[in-house]
Structures are given as C-alpha cells and as structure tokens.
C-alpha cells in the first residue's frame, strides 16, 4: 500500500481525498497557491507545499512544480483530484516517467478518450450504442451539410475537442447550418486549438445518465450503476442523484454493461464515468440511450454512487494505484436507497449567478454530509471555481432524500458570501423534480422563477424584531425613535429596512429575549436574518433614503445594486425635505431617492446611465446650519 500521497488538487476534493488518506494511515502532502496558502486543504495535510502564484497556469496547472513538490517531500503517488491535471495523460505519463504512482488510468486511455470523434468511434465499434451523427475525417462544409440533412434537424455541431460545454451549436433547420458552423468552427478553433467538428442529432427532452466504471490491474471491471444528472445549468451539473428516476432493471442492466464494455475497450484501470445521452419523450428506453463522452477520473458528483453502494471510491483508488485487485466483484455491489447531491456555490442567483467573492465570515450548514472546501472565516478567491461544498443525503426512499436536501439547502446560512442554497432549495421543491420528470432544459425552463429572491418570510421577519429588539436595548433613542419601546403606549406597526426596501411589520404582542444566535448573525447595526436558503439584511428604521427622512443621517446610499436612470439636482442645490434626488432602476423596477430633510446637496456621485454597487454613496444631503 502506498504510504504517502501528494494532492494535485484544492478545495473540497483535496478535503476529501486527505480525509480517507488519513483513515487509511496515508501520509498527505497538499500544495498550495499563493492565495491558498491557508487554505482548508492545506491545514489538514500532513505537510504543505508553495507551487507558485494564485492563477492555476502558474500553480495548480504545472505538472513540474507538482512532481519536484512530490520528489522534495518523499510522497510515493500523485492524486490528481478532478480538473486542472486530472485528464491531462503528458502529466500522467511524466508522473509516471519520474517513478511516482499516478492515481488515475493509464495514459493511454485519457488520451484515447480526449477527442470526443475518436472516443465516439472506439465506442462504436466496442458495440456501445453512440448517439447518432457523423463523426468522420471529412470537413468539407457541403459535405457535413448533408450529412446534417441525413441525420434529420435539428441537429449539434460538437468540436472534437470540446468540453465544458463550449464548442456546441444547436442547428434548428438547414438554411442556419451554413451560419453555424463557421461560428462553432471558430470557437473550437480559440478554445480548443482545434476546428475539427462533429455532427449529433439533437435529443429532444435530453436526460444526462452516466455509470461509474472501476476496473483494476488484474483485468476486473466492475460498474458501480449509475446517476442522473440532468440537471443543470448551461450544460453545468447543479444536482445529482443515484439512481437514475424512473430506471427499470432491465435498462439499468443493458446500460451498465455497456459501460463495462465501454471501459473493457481502453483496458481501464481505475475510477471513470461514463456518460450518456438519453431521449427521455417516452420514459428511458435502452433503443434511446446513447454513449457521451468518458470522464478519466473522480467526478464531483461521486459521493451519491458511494452512499448507495456503501464504497469508498477513493479508498478503492488508492488500493488500485497501490497494485490490489478491486475490493469487490460485481454480483457483491448492490444499490442501497437513494441518494442525492446538490453544489453549493458563492455565488448569486439574483444577478445572473455571477461569483461572489470575500471572507465567508458565517457559515452553518447543519447536512447529513457535507463536503467542504472552506470553513467560517475563510476567504473566497476570484482565482478558483467558487464550490463551496457538495451536500449529500442519503435515506432509503427517493421522496424522503429529497425532502431532507431540501431542507438541508434551505437551511445553509452564509455571510456575507452569496450562495446559490436559497435556489437550490426553490430548485428541490419544484413538484415536477419530486416527479421524476427531469430534462436538461429542467432549470432554463424556470429560471426567472428561480433566480428571483422571495420576501423574507413573515415568520422570519417577526423573529428578526425580537432580535433588533434586544440588540439595539442599549443603543438609547433606537427604540423610542422606532417606536419599539417597552413601556410606550402600542403602535401597530413598525417600519424595518429589509434589504434596503421598507418593510411594515407588525409590532409582537410581547417580547421574548431572543437569542443573537437563532440563525441570525449581526453586521455592523444590521441584523443578518437567515430564511430558507437566503440571508436578509434587517435594520431597526426606515431605509435611508427612502424619502421619510426617519433617523437619516443625510448619506442617501444606493439600496441595491442598479442603473441611475435619472437625477434631479446638482451639487450645492438647496433641497427640501422629500424632493426628488434620483431615480434609480434595480430588479427591473424604479426606485425614487428623496432629500430626508431640509438642507443642501453636499456631495453627488451620481450621474444618469452609470451602474452604482449597492450601498454606494450616491448624494450627501447637509442640514443647513442655523
Ligand atoms: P462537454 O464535453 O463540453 O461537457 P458533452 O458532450 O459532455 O460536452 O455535452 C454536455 C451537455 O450538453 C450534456 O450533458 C447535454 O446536456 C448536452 N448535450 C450534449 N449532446 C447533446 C445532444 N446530442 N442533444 C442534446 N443535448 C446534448
């Protein structure tokens, strides 16, 4: 068995690969990038090593620092982990050249499967059913137009070299071909280094089923039965699940020894996937099943195959790399329950899912298991993928599965970091996914419902005023000016900011001493309220500038981030309480900012057309001295 183990990998899979080494009484060696340098990953190794500047290409992508790191540190293998080198067989082989064991398959399999032609065509003809195109040398565009013809429209043109989605043309009718390929040609061409393309027909309600494949030194090859990815987000996987919905025996049993054919062809050794293609319009249906793409190495959705099959895949790597035969045969593997897994990412539903990045200050994520990259307090960097954690369930039915992800996803509070939870919670309690009735399309088909943050619940909100409450107790002239006073005589309501937008809430009939830590944490004089997978920003007064002038202190702030559509004043302009300053367009509505009491403009930041950040100082309104 190898004794030490070098981690070509950060974040979360790093984590992972540490926490079996571990239990396996396997020394660990991570490395590490100048902004990893305290990272999760690095604080659980045995031992650490600096392999160069925060961008991949000068760390994390350069196989000589990675095996010099491995010589000087004594660690017998090299675990490649997922992306950056993983499917790169020059590392493998150099791994290999420099007497280190490469966890991972043989190079010469990666790279019979790193053109998705050839790949097609091995499979082909290993009797793997590939989905229907022309995959030929052949580049002349007459002739792929009529073999485009052939196939029937709407039809994909796929650069060989594609991945990740990129390199992909859907082609509806014949008259567009002629536009289209050019165009894919040239993307292929920027990405890839190479404009060779292929042509698919294009699946109709496409579902993304792939099989776990392991195969070891002695000859075996097992499959570990398979997982539904089918949701995704621009050809990107958000939630996966073992088994596949809706998958009888007899397909299960058809589509997993094609995968065992499909590896037997490149004598794999190893962890794989491989992944296919299914026209789910009538059900899953083994005529309708087609041969993708094989992924050479660990995927990120791997933990729901290991909660239904009980097996450690990584565990099972390390013993493959280190010579043993598989643990177990094909007839001791068995699916146990469901399983299910949704990606955790800083980042933010609301503006298009662009990254969010900073120091994750609060994070509770309570998960049967998390897999986890970051802890509280650490920092997000723009470098990297922003995953922050995989959570997992497993139980024994698919319902019971799906209510606890859920809740789980549903309940991850983070801050300040925006996460995707509050989406991911929306995404799992759609009845059409509790239905089994998932496609590729699933989430596109409902993005704006989606994507758009719900008002913090009226329960959450009522918690919250017991909580400002309590924390602004001290802070004299607060309550009073609120009108949130203990022994005043009732109001009805009180005026909140939540989110930077007024809220009206009804006042508690008593108060209870809440507690500062009931899913809540505190910012500044901000209350940060945590509801269903979402975090508000709740303060005890009017939103500032919204016009009321109530406890203003005359910077009037952008509420949230949009476009200044007008402005009314100029800079030293006198301006009377309420008067108009701006207009601002956020979340496809105007939102008016006014004067919050008599005075003059002292500072104006705002200009019509320009983009503003959310709290940005937009006017500085001066009472004007007696
Ligand atoms: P990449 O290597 O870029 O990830 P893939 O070939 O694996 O590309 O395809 C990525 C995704 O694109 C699939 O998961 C599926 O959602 C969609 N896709 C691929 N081929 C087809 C097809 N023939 N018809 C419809 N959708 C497809």
């Not at 052949?138 to 709407?154: K, T």
């Not at 009522?462 to 602004?472: F, K």
């Amino acid at each position: 068995m190898i004794q030490s183990l070098l981690i070509a990998n950060r974040g979360e899979i790093a984590c992972r690969i540490i926490r079996t080494a571990r239990a396996m009484g396997i020394r660990t060696v991570a490395v590490y990038s100048d902004a990893d340098a305290r990272a999760l990953h690095v604080r659980q190794a045995d031992e650490a090593v600096h392999i160069g500047a925060s961008p991949a290409r000068e760390s994390y992508l350069v196989g000589e620092k990675i095996i010099a790191a491995a010589k000087a540190t004594g660690a017998e293998a090299i675990h490649p982990g997922y992306g950056f080198l993983s499917e790169n067989a020059e590392f493998a082989q150099a791994v290999i050249d420099a007497g280190l064991i490469w966890v991972g398959p043989r190079p010469a399999s990666i790279t019979a499967m790193g053109l998705k032609d050839a790949a097609k065509k091995l499979m082909s003809d290993a009797g793997v059913p590939v989905t229907p195109g022309y995959m030929g040398e052949n580049q002349d565009p007459a002739f792929l137009a009529e073999r485009a013809a052939e196939i029937g429209y709407p039809v994909l043109i796929k650069a060989v070299a594609g991945g990740g989605g990129k390199g992909m043309r859907k082609v509806e009718a014949a008259e567009d071909f002629a536009d289209s390929l050019p165009s894919c040609q040239r993307e292929a061409a920027a990405s890839f280094g190479n404009d060779h393309v292929l042509i698919e027909k294009y699946i109709q309600r496409p579902r993304h089923i792939e099989v776990q494949v392991f195969g070891d030194t002695h000859g075996n090859i097992v499959h570990l039965f398979e997982r539904d990815c089918s949701l995704q987000r621009r050809h990107q996987k958000v939630i996966e699940e073992a088994p596949a919905p809706g998958m009888d025996e007899a397909t299960r049993e058809q589509l997993c020894a094609a995968a065992v054919r499909a590896a037997k062809a490149v004598d794999y050794v190893g962890a794989g996937t491989i992944e296919f293609i299914a026209d789910a319009s009538e059900g899953l249906r083994t005529d309708r099943i087609w041969f993708m793409e094989m992924n050479t190495r660990l995927q990120v959705e791997h933990p729901v195959t290991e909660e239904i099959t009980g097996v450690d895949l990584v565990e099972w790597q390390l013993r493959v790399a280190s010579g043993e035969a598989l643990p177990k045969r094909q007839e001791e593997l068995s699916i146990n329950g469901w399983a299910m897994e949704a990606r955790l990412y800083a980042e933010d539903p609301t503006t298009g899912f662009l990254p969010s990045i900073g120091t994750l200050s609060h994070m509770e994520i309570n998960a049967m298991r998390v897999d986890l990259g970051l802890q509280s307090g650490d920092e997000i960097s723009p470098f990297y993928d922003p995953m922050i954690a995989k959570i997992i369930t497993h139980s024994s039915s698919r319902a019971e599965t799906l209510r606890d992800l859920q809740n789980q996803c549903a309940g991850a509070d983070l801050w300040p970091v925006k996460t995707n939870a509050g989406f991911l919670a929306r995404l799992l309690a759609e009845p059409a996914f509790a239905a089994g009735e998932v496609d590729t399309n699933f989430i596109a088909a409902r993005q704006e419902e989606l994507t758009t943050k719900p008002p913090l619940s009226d329960d959450a909100l009522e918690a919250t005023i017991h909580l400002l409450v309590d924390t602004e107790k001290a802070a004299s002239g607060a309550l009073e000016m609120s009108g949130l006073r203990l022994n005043a005589a009732p109001r009805r309501t009180v005026t909140l900011d939540v989110d930077g937008e007024a809220r009206e809430a009804p006042m508690p009939f008593w108060y209870v001493h809440a507690n500062n830590y009931a899913r809540a944490t505190r910012d500044g004089h901000e209350i940060i309220k945590f509801d269903r997978g979402y975090a508000y920003r709740v303060a005890l007064h009017a939103p500032r500038g919204s016009g009321d002038g109530g406890g203003s202190d005359g910077f009037i702030l952008s509420p949230m981030p949009g476009r200044i559509i007008a402005v009314e004043v100029a800079a030293g302009d006198q301006v009377t309480k309420g008067q108009k300053l701006l207009t601002l367009e956020a979340m496809k509505m105007e939102h008016t900012l006014a004067a919050p009491f008599d005075g003059v403009v002292a500072e104006l930041n705002a200009e019509a057309g320009a983009q503003v950040q959310v709290e940005a100082l937009l006017v500085r309104v001066e009472a004007e001295e007696q």
